[in-house]
């Protein structure tokens, strides 16, 4: 069975590389370039993962997680966050928000996939907040 993975980014490039790498992976990968759009696809579709960067203009990916976490129907998907600021705020904040990793930018790719790859062994053992 194919695994799924929405990447919400706003840079095509990375969106690009992350479906590339994904699909390599056997990850069938949906992508959108904000949280909104993020949103609107988890109204009619379900994911394995949720990759999520953070500093988007239209939705950042803290905004995405606290409109998820308000929702009354929540993604049960785990949320890999990126992103290029890794500041303590920002990383309190996701966990609380239910980030289940926080990953810097530029990506590791080989410990991004290890990332994903233990949280399909795993799904929700992974402590909530853990980073690379």
């Given at each position: 069975m194919s695994k799924s993975m929405l990447i919400i980014d706003d840079d095509a490039a990375i969106r690009d590389l992350l479906?590339?790498?994904?699909?390599?992976?056997?990850?069938?990968?949906?992508e959108v370039e904000?949280?909104?759009?993020?949103?609107?696809?988890?109204?009619s579709q379900?994911?394995?993962?949720?990759?999520?960067?953070?500093?988007?203009?239209?939705m950042t990916g803290l905004e995405f997680l606290n409109h998820l976490?308000?929702?009354?129907?929540?993604?049960?998907?785990?949320?890999i966050m990126n992103t290029g600021s890794l500041n303590p705020e920002v990383r309190?904040?996701?966990?609380?928000l239910g980030a289940y990793a926080?990953?810097?930018?530029?990506h590791d790719l080989d410990e991004l996939r290890a990332l994903?790859?233990?949280?399909?062994?795993?799904?929700?053992s992974l402590p909530q907040g853990a980073s690379l």
């Open positions: 479906r590339l790498v994904f699909e390599y992976d056997g990850f069938h990968c949906w904000n949280g909104a759009e993020g949103l609107t696809m988890l109204e379900t994911f394995d993962i949720i990759i999520l960067d953070n500093a988007m203009l239209i976490q308000r929702r009354s129907q929540q993604s049960d998907a785990p949320i309190e904040e996701a966990t609380k926080i990953v810097g930018k530029p994903v790859g233990q949280l399909c062994l795993t799904r929700h």
